[in-house]
């Protein structure tokens, strides 16, 4: 009987610590939760759900499944925006790829160098422009890039390249790698400071034993310490791909919901809005907005999972 109620009471303990356990996660987890659900999860399950509808004649909702889809992607009115939007979309991506992560990686390694001296100020400065409203860095940058008022055309000309100035955000050819090289500038500190810290847990000894190996220190970031901060390499190039393809505010307050000239800046993120709230071109239609928004999580969500399953399951394999 004495071993029974050892057992009894034993298990009411359990029971009475996973009862406490679970109002901890209550009381600390469920705020969190019930405020990302409805402001994130519902609006999510929402939009997609609204994307099989279209307004009816009557005022009401009809469903028409994937007719909105295949307009989308068929009907001359439709599929030529949209195919346009989503081709700068990866312009925009990849401008950041190949200039903003590797110049990010590169301000790193020079700031982990063990004699540099004023390193918190360089960071301090490389990542201000991050800190700063977008729609702040956009009219500084307009000021400076217009060719009536902007400093850029002097500059220029004081330093032997007047002919290479030209009204960049006024030209199709040129407005949109403008863009993003500006947006590049605001956000490379977000890569920099990633990988400075991963640089930073890299173990000493490692450094230390390449270098009385006889390697210099371009070769020891090179051999030792970029293969271990590939995973956090790995990690900024995911999270460059989901925030381009939710860019939206430099685009808009610098040219507008039209995203001009003629189109040529125009990314899911504007298309969606002109699309849902309407224009002076067109009426807003919130079914075809949903529509693109729903376009706009597939090609997330299908980047994320290409990351997840084929990028990060090699680097985790190759790490082991």
Request: charge should be neutral; aromatic fraction near 14%.
């Amino acid at each position: 009987m004495a071993g029974g109620k050892d057992i009894t009471s034993g298990s009411e303990v359990v029971g009475a610590s996973r009862a406490a356990y679970l109002r901890l996660l209550a009381v600390f987890l469920g705020p969190a939760l019930v405020i990302y659900t409805l402001f994130s999860i519902y609006p999510l399950i929402a939009t997609i759900l609204y994307s099989f509808y279209h307004p009816g004649e009557g005022g009401g909702l009809s469903f028409v499944g994937l007719g909105n889809f295949v307009t989308l992607l068929t009907d001359p009115g439709w599929s030529g925006p949209f195919w346009n939007a989503l081709r700068n979309n990866f312009v925009f991506f990849l401008v950041h790829m190949l200039v903003q992560n590797p110049i990010g990686i590169a301000l790193a390694a020079l700031l982990s160098l063990p004699r540099l001296t004023g390193r918190s100020a360089y960071r301090t400065l490389i990542f201000m422009p991050t800190m700063l409203s977008v729609v702040i860095i956009g009219f500084i940058w307009q000021l400076i890039l217009s060719p009536l008022w902007g400093i850029s055309e002097g500059f220029l000309a004081a330093v032997g390249l007047k002919s290479w100035f030209g009204p960049w955000l006024g030209q199709e050819s040129t407005a949109l790698i403008t863009l993003s090289l500006i947006s590049v500038w605001q956000f490379v500190g977000i890569p920099m400071i990633l990988t400075y810290a991963a640089l930073l847990a890299i173990p000493q000894d490692l450094v230390d034993a390449a270098t009385a190996d006889g390697l210099n220190q371009f070769q020891v970031f090179l051999w030792v310490k970029l293969p271990l901060v590939a995973p956090t390499i790995g990690l900024i190039s995911i999270l460059t791909f989901v925030n381009n393809f939710n860019a939206f505010d430099l685009i808009y307050a610098v040219k507008g919901a039209l995203a001009g000239p003629n189109f040529s800046t125009d990314i899911m993120g504007t298309l969606f809005y002109r699309t849902f709230f309407g224009n002076q071109l067109q009426v807003g239609d919130p079914a075809m907005g949903a529509t693109v928004a729903t376009m706009m999580f597939l090609v997330i969500l299908i980047g994320v999972m290409v990351y997840l399953f084929v990028i990060q399951r090699r680097i985790q394999r190759h790490s082991f």
